[in-house]
């Protein structure tokens, strides 16, 4: 029989890896910035609408049986931003920019309102992409007023979305945003192409993952990301994908200013 002391043994070593366990855990948790998050999809907003609105550009596509997409690219304008507006386009697709301001919008406003001027739906990533779970209210709400504001004098239009940088939020987020008039969006499909530049790892990443009423995100500042992109809506349209903005995504719904969707 054991003694009691290795019992002890046993058992306080048995807690200390669990403790490890969760402490990585918990860890892993922050630095995704996943956390138990109630989000909407495009479905929920759609059916809380109804269904029998037609959506704008779509002709006579009724959104509940399209098979729709969002094309979604953060934290531009860039360089490589005028190259992407060629492409969209040539291509005939919109999409919705979450733009960021310091030395993006304050440094491209001419593409801030080509984006707006082609048909795309412009809205903000925060100004300096400050994590905004680490900021204090009156911080949240300077990161996201800077923007809105900005983008209205360039484009006439004031933002009514935005997305958190690297998805992390939480209820002071939503309150802000809710007192801003402005909803999250977050995405369902990611390439992570702020982690490599090959252009055909990017839209395989995207074509695997892709499916009906999914939010892809993408990143226009990385070299890769743009050489990626017309070879995703090709394969994508060969689906049978009608690509759409965010607001269309949920038409006839509407994003809820506090509200997140993915």
Not at 152 to 168: A, D, H, I, V
Not at 209 to 233: E, F, K
């Amino acid at each position: 029989m054991p003694s009691l002391t290795r019992k002890m043994t046993n058992t306080g070593t048995r807690l200390r890896v669990l403790a490890t366990f969760a402490a990585a855990a918990s860890l892993a948790l922050a630095l995704s910035g996943c956390t138990k998050l109630e989000t909407n999809s495009p479905s929920s907003a759609r059916n809380a609408a109804g269904t029998q609105a037609r959506a704008a550009g779509l002709g006579t596509a009724d959104r509940a049986h399209a098979k729709c997409i969002a094309l979604t690219f953060d934290a531009g304008p860039s360089e490589n931003s005028a190259r992407l507006l060629d492409i969209l386009k040539e291509k005939q697709v919109p999409a919705t920019f979450f733009l960021l301001g310091k030395r993006h919008i304050d440094t491209y406003p001419e593409l801030v309102r080509r984006m707006a001027n082609e048909g795309h739906e412009v809205a903000s990533h925060t100004w300096t992409h400050r994590i905004l779970t680490d900021a204090d209210p009156e911080e949240i709400r300077e990161e996201l007023e800077r923007p809105n504001k900005e983008i209205e004098r360039l484009t006439g239009k004031r933002p009514t979305l935005m997305r958190p940088p690297q998805g992390r939020t939480d209820e002071t987020v939503h309150d802000i945003c809710r007192e801003l008039g402005l909803s999250e969006v977050l995405w369902s499909v990611t390439a992570k192409d702020y982690r490599t530049n090959d252009s055909d790892l990017i839209a395989e990443r995207v074509l695997d993952q892709a499916s009906r009423d999914g939010i892809i995100l993408l990143h226009d500042i990385y070299d890769g990301t743009v050489p990626a992109v017309p070879g995703i809506i090709d394969a994508l349209k060969k689906r049978g994908y009608v690509f759409v903005t965010v607001p269309q995504l949920l038409a006839p719904g509407k994003a809820e200013p506090g509200e997140v969707y993915r």
